[in-house]
Every structure is written in C-alpha cells, then in structure tokens.
C-alpha cells in the first residue's frame, strides 16, 4: 500500500503472526480513543475477517467478532474518560491539529443537531471516532447515554466490517486486489456520515423555509385586519 508498513493491514497481521487478534484488540482499542487515531481501523476489521475465512488465523469467527466489539467499546470508554478527567484542559491550543477549543463548542451543537447517533456515525469515520469520545467526555455528555449508544455503535461497526472481509474472503478477486479492495472501504466508511451531512442540508433549508413561511404570514396578519376594519 502506499503507506507505511505498519499501516498496511496485511503486512501488520503476517508480521504479528499467531498474535494477529490481539494485536488487532489493542489497534482498535487505541484508535477508539487513545488520542492516537492514525491507524488502520476499518481495513484492519476487514483483512481480520478476511484471514480469518482463509483459515491464517484460526479463531472462530463469533469469537474475533466479540473481542473485536468489546476492544472498540472499551476504547470509546477509555477516551470518554479521559476527556471527563482532563476535560478542557485537552482543548486549550486554539493552533492545535487536533484537540482545538472550538471542538468542545462545534461537539454540543454536532450532539444537539444529530442526537445521540452521532456515535454510531462517527463509529464509520476514521479520526472522527476517536476524537468524538475525547470531546464527549469534555463535554460532560450523560454516562448512560454515552454507553448506550457508543455501544450501539460498536455492535454495528466492529462485527459488521469483519463479517464484511470474512464473507469476501474466499473471493479471488479481491485476494488479488486486496489494496484496492482496502482503499474502497476506507471511502465507502464516509458514505454514512456524508448521508447525515446532506440531510441536514436538507433539513436546515426546510426549516429556514418555514421560518420564512411563517414570519410572511405574521407580516400579512395585520394588513388582512385593518381591511376587515
């Protein structure tokens, strides 16, 4: 890939060897929110899936999908916690490439617009997931609440793209093209998010109309009155 080794998904599972899966645990548990989201998450679910059909390694598939669901929850807790203890203290570089004060305020109105699937969103979207933990737990978001749905967000993510690259597993075309196959994905992995964004758009236009609609019709009341008058 035109990357650096140790993102390449491939090169990282042949080089960890019979310690494939947990290795896979601590990359994922680490992107889900250790301040560290530069790895290769949802291509690395992928080509697990993939070896896993293969037989390379030799766990069952129910098994990787439960650690695998577990690490990226545990991840996501970790992050939402080390954004409640630290909290704004994390924000304070207004220069800074990641963790900005702007995030803190941009995070509540991204909370307050989409609700809490936001986590599940954010789940598909690579520097986005492990950033929002970090952010929500700054924020003071509810506990529960978090759980829940960044647990959501976990079932659906973590057991579906490695259920993805085991069901694609035993098809030569994308043995033989796995780079691409991996490139794909990572695109494909936006679509969600993109999806969110233009129906937003939508409903933000919607609701400007509205707004306009009814600030007309209070404009007008007046004239209808003093004709009847």
């Not at 809490?116 to 979207?125: D, E, S």
């Not at 990572?186 to 998010?193: A, E, F, G, T």
């Amino acid at each position: 890939m035109l990357m650096p080794d140790w993102m390449d998904p491939e090169f990282l599972l042949n080089w960890l060897g019979d310690w494939a899966l947990w290795g896979t645990l601590l990359v994922i548990f680490i992107e889900c929110g250790v301040l560290f989201p530069i790895l290769p998450g949802d291509s690395l679910l992928f080509a697990v899936g993939l070896f896993i059909a293969k037989g390379t390694i030799d766990v069952p598939l129910w098994l990787a999908c439960v650690l695998l669901t577990v690490a990226a929850f545990l991840g996501n807790v970790s992050g939402y916690y080390i954004g409640r203890v630290l909290g704004t203290s994390l924000f304070t570089n207004p220069n800074a490439k990641f963790l900005k004060p702007k995030y803190i305020v941009q995070t509540h109105e991204f909370f307050e617009r989409y609700g809490p699937r936001a986590l599940v969103l954010a789940r598909f979207v690579p520097i986005v997931r492990t950033f929002i933990t970090i952010v929500a737990g700054a924020g003071k978001m509810d506990p529960k609440k978090f759980f829940l749905w960044t647990g959501i967000g976990a079932v659906l993510w973590a057991p579906g793209i490695t259920l993805l690259g085991h069901a694609l597993g035993n098809v030569e075309f994308i043995h033989q093209h796995l780079e691409s196959a991996l490139i794909l994905l990572v695109l494909v992995s936006l679509i969600p998010m993109g999806v969110e964004i233009v129906l937003a758009r939508r409903r933000k236009k919607k609701a400007a109309g509205d707004g306009a609609s009814d600030g007309a019709a209070k404009h007008a009341a007046p004239k209808h009155a003093a004709t009847k008058d």
